[in-house]
């Protein structure tokens, strides 16, 4: 396999603290970017309905925020994951838990240790999964989540209703902690997704060794950056 590391599997990491490091993408610096219609409308997980303009070129275009956050492990590994945009912008909800309203186009880069790399876009969270996923990290970086393993025997790796993503912690020690990033389906590399023996659900995952304390602060940046999308 070209790379990667299934869940249950350590390998040698660097020496040196675990950092890291956050990239906020904001496009309330000039020009905002808006989202507008192209061709027919977008169908869950194919193709896409929309494109990004400068703010103001299209009648329709709507402007919405992109909320990006970049996690590197002390072993140069990292997992970039960003809101772009809701899924259905014009939706407009429909009771009190509109679904459709409130689905979130997430784009991830992954970057391996050995410098390989790979990226997918799906709409893969919720905006409620945002919320449980900041209070997860939070969490995770107090040593309220116990570490795990991979089979989830304890409920203890966070998953969603779509499995893309999920995370757990596998170890920590001494003001470290060694996050799995769980990667599924269109989130997996390239190399595996279409393989005749693509990992089940939640089976492979990259690790992430960093400090307690960034990941705290992590997980207050994403919390603040994806109330730019509200539950509607």
């Known amino acids: 396999m070209a790379g990667g590391i299934p ?14 490091l956050l990239a906020t993408l904001d496009y309330t610096a000039s ?3 808006a989202l507008a219609p192209c061709g027919s409308p977008n169908q869950r997980g194919s193709g896409t309905g929309w494109t990004l303009l400068p703010a103001g070129v299209g009648s329709r275009a709507m402007v919405w925020h992109a909320a990006r956050v970049r996690l590197v492990s002390s072993d140069r590994a990292s997992v970039d994951l960003e809101i772009s945009a809701y899924e259905f912008p014009e939706r ?7 679904w459709d309203a409130n689905w979130l186009v997430v784009r991830g880069e992954i970057v391996l240790a050995d410098g390989t790399g790979w990226s997918f876009r799906e709409p893969c969270l919720t905006t409620w999964d945002a919320e449980r996923l900041g209070a997860w990290l939070e969490k995770a970086a ?4 116990a570490p795990s393993l991979e089979d989830d025997e304890d409920g203890l790796v966070l998953v969603f209703l779509e499995p893309n993503l999920g995370f757990s912690v596998e170890s920590r020690t001494a003001g470290m902690i060694r996050l799995r990033v769980h990667l599924s389906l269109e989130s997996l590399p390239p190399w595996l997704r279409n393989a005749e023996d693509r990992p089940d659900h939640h089976a492979y995952c990259v690790l992430l060794d960093m400090l307690a304390a960034d990941l705290a602060s ?14 509607r």
Request: hydrophobic share 25%; aromatic share 8%; charged share 25%.
């Open 7 to 20: 869940c249950g599997q350590v390998a040698e990491h660097n020496g040196g603290s675990g950092a890291l």
């Open 92 to 98: 407009q909800a429909r009771g009190p838990q509109d």
């Open 142 to 145: 107090a040593g309220e989540i």
């Open 218 to 231: 992590s997980a207050d940046r994403w919390l603040r950056e994806t109330k730019r999308y509200p539950p």
């Open 31 to 33: 020009p905002d970017f």
